[in-house]
């Protein structure tokens, strides 16, 4: 009577065992990059801290991905009273993204971009997105940026790989350019922040 129940044990536990290593190998195999470009002069900035930069600055955000995947990128005023959605798509491998220009406007304060990139679709993100952008208003802001610290509260439990520099392609002012990029590895879902502080 104890065997089947031992055997039906012992299969599910291979099952889960299985089933982690897979996830892990395509959470290994996961990778992304990005860069911060100044506009004006192509140079790229470096985000491991907070961005000193002058009102009037331009800047563009490139992110390229090597696998199918996810990306959401969001701007926050440094009042929180302006949330705007930048990217929120499906992306190919392959495949690079380049946010429109950003010009740093008064009044001053620090500015926040969100960058999330996933193996998967963050649903409840999405369903936040997209509600914002049918219908603007404070509730629908603040149901976004819980959303958001949810997931970067649940992704800070993991331990991320080093950040590893790299050359990412974008273009400057309609030429074609080389730009120096951080590529991330390791994780099925990265979130990062990068603040602008601007007088």
Not at 86 to 110: A, D, F, R, Y
Not at 148 to 174: A, D, H, Q, V, Y
Request: aromatic share 10%; hydrophobic share 40%; proline share 3%.
């Amino acid at each position: 009577m104890k065997k089947p129940y031992l055997q039906c044990f012992l299969f599910l536990a291979l099952f889960i065992f299985l089933t982690v290593q897979v996830f892990a190998q395509q959470e290994k195999s996961f990778k992304w990059s990005m860069a911060l470009q100044n506009f004006k002069t192509g140079e790229s900035i470096p985000f491991d801290a907070p961005i000193q930069s002058l009102t009037g600055e331009q800047f563009r955000l490139i992110v390229k991905v090597s696998a199918k995947s996810f990306l959401y990128v969001i701007a926050e005023s440094h009042d929180g009273e302006d949330i705007e959605v930048l990217c929120s798509k499906q992306m190919k491998n392959g495949e690079i993204w380049q946010s429109e220009v950003m010009v740093l406007t008064e009044p001053h304060g620090t500015e926040f971009l969100f960058i999330i990139a996933s193996l998967t679709e963050q649903k409840n993100l999405t369903q936040r997105v997209n509600a914002l952008e049918k219908n603007y208003n404070n509730i629908n802001k603040r149901a976004l940026i819980t959303e958001m610290n949810s997931i970067r509260s649940n992704i800070s439990r993991f331990r991320e790989s080093p950040e590893k520099p790299l050359i990412i392609g974008g273009s400057s002012r309609g030429n074609r350019e080389k730009n120096q990029g951080v590529e991330f590895s390791g994780l099925g879902t990265y979130f990062k922040t990068i603040s602008i502080e601007h007088r």
